[in-house]
């Protein structure tokens, strides 16, 4: 299946590392005209100098305001893809409301914030659009120490579902990606090594493919959705996760 983005714009958040690096470098090569947005001068650099047509936005998407005054002259979008998010791993009693605020800021206030903004100019336009939001599977398969990641998840896909409604008449899609574990990225090795021993192999055991998803996988899935190839799917929410969830 080829896929182009030729004549497409396309903004990534959280795209300095991880699944948002990989998805930036694969749309450019797709053929968009690609913008990578991240908090983190470093990673921008060496994102840019690997790819030098890649526009990169320096952010932190926890301010409200700094994001609006950061993407007010961003010019067209036509595809948009919220990825960034963090995690702060502690008991459900112990999570404090700075930490628990800090969450939700990036992994879901930053979501709402920058789909309106990239939202407003689609509808304007009355071109269309394509917008993947990159949710988890622990939206719905609870984990100890990750309450405010989970709610922050949730509440994205609750998000989701109602972009999806009300958007769809103005020829803009919506949809969610969750992926399972993915151990070779930061976060999920930071998941990982806060498991107790034997855990990731019994995850496995319930996983009918036998393996963790990368990358890639996560990559290849959004690119599909933002595409033309996928024209008629809007409001779904995607697991990749090796049939762990049908088991």
Wanted: glycine share 8%; with cysteine.
């Amino acid at each position: 299946m080829n896929i182009r983005f030729d004549g497409k714009r396309a903004l990534v958040t959280g795209a300095g590392r991880g699944i948002g690096r990989g998805i930036v470098k694969k749309l450019a090569e797709c053929g968009a005209e690609c913008l990578a947005l991240s908090k983190t001068p470093e990673n921008l650099e060496s994102l840019k100098n690997e790819m030098p047509e890649i526009q990169t936005i320096m952010v932190d998407l926890a301010d409200w305001t700094a994001t609006r005054h950061a993407l007010e002259n961003v010019g067209k979008i036509d595809l948009l893809v919220n990825n960034a998010a963090i995690m702060i791993m502690s008991p459900f009693l112990e999570t404090a409301k700075d930490d628990l605020d800090k969450v939700l800021d990036v992994n879901f206030k930053a979501v709402f914030n920058i789909s309106q903004i990239v939202a407003r100019g689609m509808v304007e336009r009355g071109d269309g659009g394509a917008i993947v939001n990159v949710s988890s599977i622990l939206s719905r398969r609870a984990v100890r120490n990750a309450a405010s990641y989970c709610s922050s998840k949730g509440a994205m896909d609750s998000l989701t579902q109602v972009m999806a409604n009300e958007l769809g008449s103005h020829k803009i899609r919506v949809n969610s990606v969750h992926p399972h574990l993915i151990p070779s990225t930061e976060m999920g090795n930071s998941i990982a090594v806060t498991l107790p021993p034997g855990a990731q192999e019994y995850v496995l055991t319930r996983t009918p493919l036998g393996r963790f998803p990368d990358v890639e996988d996560v990559v290849n899935a959004v690119v599909f959705l933002l595409s033309d190839k996928a024209s008629s799917i809007n409001g779904i929410a995607l697991p990749i996760e090796g049939g762990y969830e049908a088991n």
